[in-house]
């Protein structure tokens, strides 16, 4: 969600801007705008649209300048247009700012500011933010950063903001709360972004900076305080990320790529960690609170979106290997309904980009109130890595498309090993059951190639159902969250209506709606509701639903009742969610392609959602 890209250093700073808004495009947004401090002057350029619509706007503007910033918005105050792109301008013009995040005082100091004098061009909650510091900066007779820093224990919400001063031209001011941003070391120059991927082709140091804290960047040297003022001294990373990663490597979209990378992201999960030959299952990320998770009256997981979906999954699988009662919340709900936590309960945070506002919410709630939290993310320093108290990456790559896909599988990759630790030290799962589920989880990658394999009949059968209106997904056991993943997926992507159930809720209310118009995609593999969901396809095909079968390979029987079928190979039901999400996966990308649409930014979502 919205993407911040800054430059301080001895290169010209318009096309680092302009590159990095590029590589921050998966992030989701409505218009794009850079600012380069020109001759002593700040020049503003913006655009609603793409970034490419940016480029145009600017066209053969070759600015020289080597300080500026650039920002891609999502919209929360104010429409998508011109005017309510970033960077915004202070009052007198001498202040730029771009910012993500929400200031959720905004309008008590507008109104303020109003009856001082102040005007302002935009809806947005930035404008009025920038024209704050400048109010206390004039008023108090401060310095820029001074300024910042009392303007930032004033201001209620989230931010992670670069500011420019017309009056300071070799100064370069961050700061964040609640917002990711990090900074990128070079010899004499500085990088900032939203994450990594912009900085990664130009160094591989970097700071990520904590909440309230704020980094001043001048002269090739920087400092970093807290909004008290006190000096803070950052630890500097080095991010280990391949440029390669974040390109498409000859795909025709970042979320095709991924789908395919799955093989490798699930083998990546396990590298290190799992050898079924031996029976090792090592996971480094738990050994200081296993035993807490061992003596677990209940685990309680927390997410959204996609990773709440297999939050799902993990519940099936902690509750049948560990026999610990699981509750699965979505984080936005979690916060807000006083929930029943104890001190040393139990929290997982499942997030992809380890940025997500709700679940960091949850999981600061969790923890004032004494839980034990576990993060499982995909992002090395993101913000729930840092806060929680052991966790678990997934090592799945870089995932750029808006829409998750290989993130799904690693998380529940990730979750089911640390469900097999668990059950093996509980002695709730026999050596023989344990040794069976660690071959079959090392075999899951060639299994989920295998099921790849099928693209070209799940492309042919997406060419009949592209002009689709609605679909329905049905599954059962290990295959409903399943079913709800693969609807989610459609809707996301295609913009298609489409709605997941456990095949047997049909029969309480979504079977009214079947007819011959109705594609019902049916999750019907080999497990212990088999005869249940042949049942269900019955019924279905009863009232002229159309049912497309997700079987397992060799299946002779759901082929004769089934419109089509998609075969993927057999495991142990406890793992088929790895391997019966691929052609779900596939099926929603085709149609989204067929019809037009924006695979990889769709349009109103955005990858990472920082802000409520």
């Known amino acids: 969600m919205c993407g911040i890209v800054g430059y301080l250093g001895s290169q010209p700073a318009h096309p680092i801007l302009i590159g990095g808004l590029k590589r921050l495009e998966y992030r989701g947004y409505d218009s794009a705008g850079i600012a380069v401090l020109e001759d002593g002057q700040l020049c503003i350029e913006k655009k609603k649209g793409k ?101 930032l224990t004033k201001v209620v919400g989230a931010y992670a903001i670069a500011i420019l ?6 100064k370069l001011i961050v700061a964040r709360k609640g917002s990711p941003l990090v900074i990128g070391l070079g010899k004499d120059e500085f990088f900032v972004a939203s994450d990594a991927s912009p900085i990664i082709e130009y160094t591989n140091e970097v700071i990520y900076l904590e909440d309230e804290e704020i980094a001043i960047m001048q002269n090739g040297e920087y400092r970093v305080i807290n909004t008290s003022d006190d000096s803070q001294n950052p630890q500097i990373q080095t991010i280990d990320i391949e440029l390669e990663a974040i390109e498409k490597g000859g795909y025709e979209h970042f979320m095709l790529k991924e789908i395919f990378e799955q093989p490798k992201s699930i083998a990546d999960c396990m590298r290190g960690r799992l050898k079924a030959s031996t029976g090792q299952l090592v996971l480094g990320g738990i050994r200081e609170y296993k035993q807490a998770l061992i003596n677990a009256e209940k685990i309680t997981f927390v997410a959204c979106g996609t990773s709440w979906h297999a939050g799902l999954v993990a519940e099936y699988i902690f509750e049948d290997l560990c026999r610990i009662p699981v509750e699965v919340e979505y984080a936005s709900e979690f916060r807000y309904r006083n929930p029943i936590i104890k001190e040393g309960d139990i929290i997982v945070a499942i997030s ?60 529940i990759t990730v979750l089911t090993m640390i469900a097999l630790r668990i059950a093996h030290l509980k002695g709730t799962i026999t050596e023989r ?6 071959v079959e989880l090392e075999g899951v990658p060639d299994k989920v190639q295998q099921a790849l394999d099928f693209n070209d009949k799940v492309e042919t059968i997406a060419d009949l159902f592209q002009d689709a209106k609605n679909f329905l997904y049905l599954g059962r056991g290990y295959n409903f969250p399943v079913a709800l993943e693969g609807a989610l997926k459609l809707k996301e992507i295609s913009y298609i209506h489409a709605e997941g159930y456990p095949a047997a809720e049909m029969k309480h209310g979504p079977i009214a709606l079947i007819d011959e118009n109705m ?27 159309v049912v497309i079968a997700i079987v397992t390979e060799g299946d002779v029987l759901i082929p004769k009742m089934a419109d089509f079928t998609i075969e993927v190979p057999s495991t142990h039901e406890a793992l088929m969610p790895l391997i019966s999400v691929i052609p779900l996966q596939l099926l929603s990308y085709h149609i989204a392609v067929m019809r037009g649409a924006n695979v990889d930014q769709p349009r109103n979502l955005a990858k990472s959602v920082t802000v409520e």
């Open 165 to 170: 001063s017309s009056d300071e031209p070799d």
């Open 433 to 438: 059951r344990y040794n069976e589920l660690l």
């Open 519 to 545: 594609p019902v995609v049916v999750i019907a593999t080999r497990d212990s509701s088999y005869d249940k969901v042949v049942s269900n396809i019955q019924e279905v095909k009863a009232r002229k639903g």
């Open 352 to 411: 992809q980009s380890g940025e997500t506002a709700d679940t960091l919410a949850a999981i600061e709630l969790a923890k004032d109130r004494g839980a034990i939290v576990f993060g499982i993310v995909n992002t090395v320093g993101s913000s729930i890595s840092r806060v929680t108290h052991e966790g678990a990456y997934l090592h799945a790559g870089p995932e750029i498309g808006v829409a998750s896909t290989k993130a799904f599988t690693a998380q």
């Open 51 to 151: 970034v490419a619509d940016l480029e145009a706007l600017i066209g053969d503007n070759q600015y020289s300048s080597t300080i500026g910033i650039g920002h891609t918005r999502w919209a929360t105050h104010g429409e998508p247009n011109d005017l309510n792109a970033h960077p915004h301008l202070s009052n007198n013009g001498s202040l730029a700012i771009i910012h993500n995040g929400i200031i959720e005082n905004y309008g008590a100091l507008k109104e303020d500011l109003n009856q001082k004098g102040y005007a302002f061009k935009s809806d947005t909650d930035t404008e009025v933010f920038i024209s704050f510091i400048e109010y206390i900066k004039e008023s108090e007779g401060l310095s820029l950063e001074d300024a910042v820093r009392i303007a």
